[in-house]
């Protein structure tokens, strides 16, 4: 079972910049890709980026340019740089780990395994 943390969130000025962390407890070698989604009241959750190992990153146009996703293997993490902050961009943001062989990143029921999430406020 694959335990994801979340970590990094909290209140940040427009413009500003944030970086979150996302801990798997597990080696996630079945997990061909680990994604970044977000949820702000009223709405309804998308997909922010997403990182297929060996493969390449996505990104929603929302955040293209500003937001840049990294992976570290030996540590089992992977983490957004969110740069440019907008008030738009205030969500929980949830990581998410998943099997994915197509290009559909962006759905969500696609993803077996989530952490709890983190509160990024802008």
């Known amino acids: 079972h694959v335990q994801l943390v979340e970590s990094g969130g909290g209140p940040v000025q427009a413009g500003g910049s944030l970086r979150l962390t996302c801990a798997a407890s597990l080696y996630t070698a079945s997990s061909t890709c680990m994604a970044w989604f977000r949820q702000a009241p009223g709405k309804e959750r998308e997909g922010v980026a997403a990182?297929?190992?060996?493969?390449?990153?996505y990104y929603a146009d929302s955040v293209t340019g500003r937001f840049t996703i990294s992976q570290d293997n030996a540590k089992n993490t992977v983490a957004p740089q969110m740069n440019s902050l907008k008030p738009e961009d205030t969500a929980m943001y949830y990581c998410?780990?998943?099997?994915?062989?197509?290009?559909?990143?962006?759905?969500?029921?696609?993803?077996?395994?989530w952490g709890q999430g983190t509160q990024v406020t802008v």
């Open positions: 998410a780990a998943g099997t994915i062989y197509d290009g559909r990143w962006y759905a969500g029921y696609k993803y077996a395994y």
């Open positions: 990182i297929y190992t060996g493969i390449g990153t």
